[in-house]
Structure formats: C-alpha cells, structure tokens
T-cell receptor
Framework: NAGVTQTPKFQVLKTGQSMTLQCAQD?????MYWYRQDPGMGLRLIYY???????DKGEVPNGYNVSRLNKREFSLRLESAAPSQTSVYFC??????????FGPGTRLTVT | AQSVTQLDSQVPVFEEAPVELRCNYS??????LFWYVQYPNQGLQLLLK??????LVKGINGFEAEFNKSQTSFHLRKPSVHISDTAEYFC???????????????FGKGTLLTVNP
C-alpha cells in the first residue's frame, strides 16, 4: 500500500517548456487535489477532482490544466512554464471523513 | 466561507518544554478539524483529527488537541517536545459531510515549530 505517489521528485524547466506532473493513489478514494506550496503562503489549491470524470478550479488555476485519467490517477500539466510557477507541488487524495493523504511532492524550478 | 487562522507563524521552544500551537477557525456549520505535520522536504502527514464526540483528541507522537466550539478553536499541544518535533504544523477545517457530499479542506498558513537544545 504505497498511498499517494508523485513523479518526478525534482524538475528544472526553462521558461516556455511544458511538463506533466503525475499522481496516483491506491486507496480507492474518489476525490483528489493538486496544491502548490510557496514560502509564507501555505498551501494553495490549484485544481481538484471530486470524482472520476470531474475536475474543478481551485484558488490558483491559471497556467495549469488537469486530467483525471481514472480513479487512481490525477495529472497536472503546465503548458508553458513561467518562473512564477517555481514551487513545490503536492497531490493529495481524500478519505471518507475528508482527511487528506499527501504525496511526497515535486520540486519544480523554472528558469 | 470558511477560514483558518494560525496565530503564530513561528514558535521557538527549548527541548522538553511544553508547547501550544494555536488555531482558530470560522464556519457557519458543523466542522471536522485536522492537524497536519510537515517535516523538511516531505509531504504533509495527518497528526490528528476531530470529527465528533470528546473534545480532547489524541494523535501521533504524543500530540493532542482540544476542540472548543464556543471559542472556535482547535489548539495543538504537547507536554514535552523533542528536537525531532521541529517541523511545520498546519491546521485545517472542512464542513461535516452531508447529503452524500464530501467537502474540501481549508488550511491555515502553518506554524513553524523549532525545538532548540
């Protein structure tokens, strides 16, 4: 039982490049989330998926897209990376009483 | 809309001292409450949760929290901290599930606990 896994762990991009962050959970949860974490700003919700086949914007969706590929997987795509997207990205899945389980994070640097 | 306020952004303490990390929330409905811990370069890990019932909740690593509905608070405490408790701590709140719906968490901005020898 791996919980929530994320790939890659680290990534360096040049401005304008694209990439996809992958997330998978093995807890059969319906809801999954993408957050970014920046110093002094706590966690900010980018997008979430309440169930397979649905996605919704969070607090900071601009510059991102998501895909809920199936119940297990929820990916985050940066189409044209900008330095402002330098951050640590966390995926989480949500259990029956709204407790969230987090992955180890992806540290992204955009130069 | 819900909000969570963690009253201290940083709390320095000495090893073996007691600590309290403060969390206040605002919500117009019944809530679930959570504390998470984030060690350096790791993801968030659930420390404890309040769903209903006893207002004193015990979690992992000797931490406990008390739900106070009248004060809308959920403060985290530990009677004697260790160097290894150095981490960032996040308080979070969600509406109680109803009508088959699950609700998102709203997180506070975190409190950095630094335990000094």
């Amino acid at each position: 039982n791996a919980g929530v896994t994320q790939t890659p762990k680290f990534q360096v991009l040049k401005t304008g490049q694209s990439m996809t962050l992958q997330c998978a959970q093995d807890m059969n949860h319906n809801s999954m989330y993408w957050y970014r974490q920046d110093p002094g700003m706590g966690l900010r919700l980018i997008y979430y998926s309440a169930s397979e086949g649905t996605t919704d914007k969070g607090e900071v969706p601009n510059g991102y897209n998501v895909s809920r590929l199936n119940k297990r997987e929820f990916s985050l795509r940066l189409e044209s990376a900008a330095p402002s997207q330098t951050s640590v990205y966390f995926c989480a899945s949500q259990g029956l009483v709204n407790e969230q389980y987090f992955g180890p994070g992806t540290r992204l640097t955009v130069t | 809309a819900q909000s969570v306020t963690q009253l201290d952004s940083q709390v320095p303490v000495f090893e073996e001292a007691p600590v309290e990390l403060r969390c206040n929330y605002s919500s117009s409905v019944s809530v679930y409450l959570f504390w998470y811990v984030q060690y350096p370069n790791q993801g968030l890990q659930l420390l404890l949760k309040y769903l209903s019932g006893s207002t004193l909740v015990k979690g992992i690593n000797g931490f406990e929290a008390e739900f106070n509905k009248s004060q809308t608070s959920f403060h985290l405490r530990k009677p004697s901290v260790h160097i290894s408790d150095t981490a960032e701590y996040f308080c979070a709140v969600s509406d109680v599930n109803r009508g088959g719906s699950n609700y998102k968490l709203t997180f506070g901005k975190g409190t950095l606990l630094t335990v000094n020898p």
